[in-house]
Nanobody, 124 residues
Framework: QVQLVESGGGLVQAGGSLRLSCAAAGGTFNTYTMGWFRQAPGKEREFVAAISRSGSDTFYANSVKGRFAISRDNAKNTVYLQMNSLKPEDAAVYYC?????????????????WGQGTQVTVSS
């Protein structure tokens, strides 16, 4: 059983930045691919970014590429999402999740454990 706790969400103006954190407890953190997803009201949960176990490989949704950066610190069992140049359409609840042994990375069904989410609001 893995417990994930996100933090760092909040209200920011368009063009601003936020850094989300996700702390993991239980399991063996450096064996998990980690991902960030988001879900806006009335929309499906969508992939944002993922990072390999070692941190050497990262993957992004086209909508955030060049603006967001995912990273991890395996010594701290924590994954981060640096979000720059935020847009109103980035507003959502952001979730981190673990993936182990799945072939793909881009859908919620590829992930096993989820955090409770952190709200990001972007004002225009």
């Amino acid at each position: 059983q893995v417990q994930l706790v996100e933090s760092g969400g909040g209200l920011v103006q368009a063009g601003g930045s936020l850094r989300l954190s996700c702390a993991a407890a239980g399991g063996t953190f450096n064996t998990y691919t980690m991902g960030w997803f988001r879900q806006a009201p009335g929309k499906e949960r969508e992939f944002v970014a993922a990072i390999s176990r070692s941190g050497s490989d990262t993957f992004y949704a086209n909508s955030v590429k060049g603006r967001f950066a995912i990273s991890r610190d395996n010594a701290k069992n924590t994954v981060y999402l640096q979000m720059n140049s935020l847009k109103p359409e980035d507003a959502a609840v952001y979730y981190c999740a673990t993936s182990y042994g799945h072939r793909w990375l881009y859908t919620p069904s590829d992930y096993d454990y989820w955090g409770q989410g952190t709200q990001v609001t972007v004002s225009s």
